[in-house]
């Protein structure tokens, strides 16, 4: 196991540090390029060429199943975690509360210092009002501490689900799985794609968002369809009984590691942008649950109905990948919590040294 670590380490660190690197000596607009190109070109290219060498006979099924199951308990946990955490602060708030009781002191206690309220915001709400009664004041305090709790929520929950399956997953298992053996892998990915990123998250971020009113219509549905990893995956598996030239079939495997290479510069542009320290603390459940929780239920219900070997790791990996930088998108279009999303993002992404070595130890063939 300590030489496959090596293996997926070395370029991992390596990468992610070139890509904090550029960043101080490139243009600002790069790594929204880099992104736009990767999920445009490069993660589709990479499911193409995986997609045409894969065995999906067993993980197109298994593959979205374990996905939608994993999906579901996450969601489940993620609220019941959420709710265990704010009961506390929550009760201070509640109208049975003793008799004096402050909310603006309660409000101002359980919202980081980067909230996505401003100082100018808080002023206007929580401070006593020239003209209003003391229960009015109460009122509007009470409103403006559930107005962002309903917003950090929202953040919280998708921190936990939305996972980075293209590309930090498909950066790492080519380097700790045989390539015959991907096919679990894209199978997940695409599933992901369509039912939890474009799908379910959009769900969330927007109930849980401002524009509370907006659920899955046309235009979601107008953006899964037009997910490129998912007309890859399909040109990939009618073009398996295609041989290509040889020299071809060279340079498409070769692009694998290139799009591995610009995907790892990316994270490391991405992670040496994020900022939102104060919020590290909350992130810490969202992050485990993510990179942790998951895995080990998916891992020890997997072994439970039979499926063991490298399908069984493949599933786990991708189960425990960590939160997606697509979560950012999702809190800046919704208006929920971003700091607390960008600190996940950190948080979950270095955890994933750590689990690394547990998932492989305990599910590796």
Same mark, same amino acid.
């Given at each position: 196991?300590?030489?496959?670590?090596?293996?997926?380490?070395?370029?991992?660190?390596?990468?992610? &540090?070139?890509?904090?690197?550029?960043?101080?000596? &490139?243009?600002?607009?790069?790594?929204?390029?880099? @992104?736009? *190109?990767?999920?445009?070109?490069?993660?589709?290219?990479?499911?193409?060429?995986? %997609?045409?060498?894969?065995?999906?006979?067993?993980?197109? %099924?298994?593959?979205?199943?374990?996905?939608?199951?994993?999906?579901?308990?996450?969601?489940?946990?993620?609220?019941?975690?959420?709710?265990?955490?704010?009961?506390?602060?929550?009760?201070?708030?509640?109208?049975?509360?003793?008799?004096? &009781?402050?909310?603006?002191?309660?409000?101002?206690?359980?919202?980081?210092?980067?909230?996505?309220?401003?100082?100018?915001?808080?002023?206007?709400?929580?401070?006593?009002?020239?003209?209003?009664?003391?229960?009015?004041?109460?009122?509007? !305090?009470?409103?403006?501490?559930?107005?962002?709790?309903?917003?950090?929520? =929202?953040?919280?929950?998708?921190?936990?689900?939305?996972?980075?399956?293209?590309?930090?997953?498909?950066?790492?298992?080519?380097?700790?799985?045989?390539?015959?053996?991907?096919?679990?892998?894209?199978?997940?990915?695409?599933?992901?794609?369509?039912?939890?990123?474009?799908?379910?998250g959009v769900l969330i971020a927007s109930h849980f968002?401002?524009?509370? =009113?907006?659920?899955?219509?046309?235009?979601?549905?107008?953006?899964?369809?037009?997910?490129? /990893? $998912?007309?890859?995956? %399909?040109?990939?598996?009618?073009?398996?009984?295609?041989?290509?030239?040889?020299?071809?079939?060279?340079?498409?495997?070769? /692009?694998?590691?290139?799009? +591995?290479? !610009?995907?790892?510069?990316?994270?490391?542009?991405?992670?040496?942008?994020?900022? @939102?320290?104060?919020?590290?603390?909350? /992130?810490?459940?969202?992050?485990?649950?993510?990179?942790?929780?998951?895995?080990?239920?998916?891992?020890?219900?997997?072994?439970? +109905?039979? +499926? *063991?070997?490298?399908?069984?790791?493949?599933?786990?990996?991708?189960?425990?990948?960590?939160? %997606?930088?697509?979560?950012? +998108?999702?809190?800046?279009?919704?208006?929920?919590?971003?700091?607390l999303m960008a600190s996940s993002i950190l948080v979950s992404t270095v955890?994933?040294?750590?689990?690394?070595? $547990?998932?492989?130890?305990?599910?590796?063939?």
């Open positions: 196991m300590g030489e496959t670590l090596l293996q997926a380490y070395t370029p991992l660190l390596f990468w992610v &540090t070139v890509g904090a690197v550029l960043l101080r000596i &490139t243009p600002d607009r790069l790594p929204r390029l880099l @992104g736009r *190109t990767l999920f445009w070109v490069g993660v589709p290219l990479e499911v193409f060429v995986l %997609a045409r060498h894969g065995d999906f006979s067993s993980a197109l %099924a298994i593959a979205p199943v374990s996905l939608v199951v994993v999906v579901t308990i996450n969601i489940i946990l993620g609220g019941l975690a959420w709710n265990l955490m704010q009961r506390t602060t929550e009760s201070g708030m509640s109208p049975h509360s003793p008799p004096g &009781t402050q909310p603006h002191k309660v409000f101002r206690e359980s919202v980081p210092s980067e909230s996505i309220l401003s100082e100018s915001i808080l002023g206007e709400s929580v401070y006593p009002l020239a003209g209003t009664s003391a229960s009015e004041q109460d009122t509007s !305090a009470c409103d403006v501490w559930h107005s962002a709790s309903r917003r950090r929520q =929202g953040s919280f929950i998708l921190a936990g689900l939305l996972g980075n399956t293209g590309f930090v997953g498909f950066a790492l298992l080519p380097l700790l799985v045989p390539e015959e053996h991907l096919g679990a892998a894209i199978c997940y990915q695409v599933s992901n794609n369509v039912l939890v990123t474009s799908g379910i968002g401002r524009s509370s =009113g907006v659920g899955l219509g046309w235009q979601q549905v107008r953006d899964i369809l037009g997910v490129p /990893s $998912l007309w890859a995956f %399909a040109l990939g598996v009618s073009t398996q009984a295609i041989a290509f030239p040889e020299s071809i079939e060279a340079g498409l495997d070769a /692009s694998i590691w290139v799009v +591995i290479a !610009a995907a790892l510069i990316l994270m490391g542009m991405r992670l040496s942008q994020i900022q @939102g320290w104060d919020s590290l603390k909350e /992130s810490i459940t969202p992050s485990l649950l993510k990179i942790l929780v998951m895995p080990a239920i998916a891992g020890l219900g997997l072994t439970a +109905i039979g +499926i *063991t070997g490298y399908l069984r790791l493949v599933l786990v990996l991708m189960a425990g990948m960590p939160t %997606a930088f697509a979560g950012l +998108i999702l809190v800046e279009e919704y208006d929920i919590d971003a700091p955890g994933l040294l750590a689990t690394l070595p $547990l998932w492989l130890g305990l599910f590796g063939s």
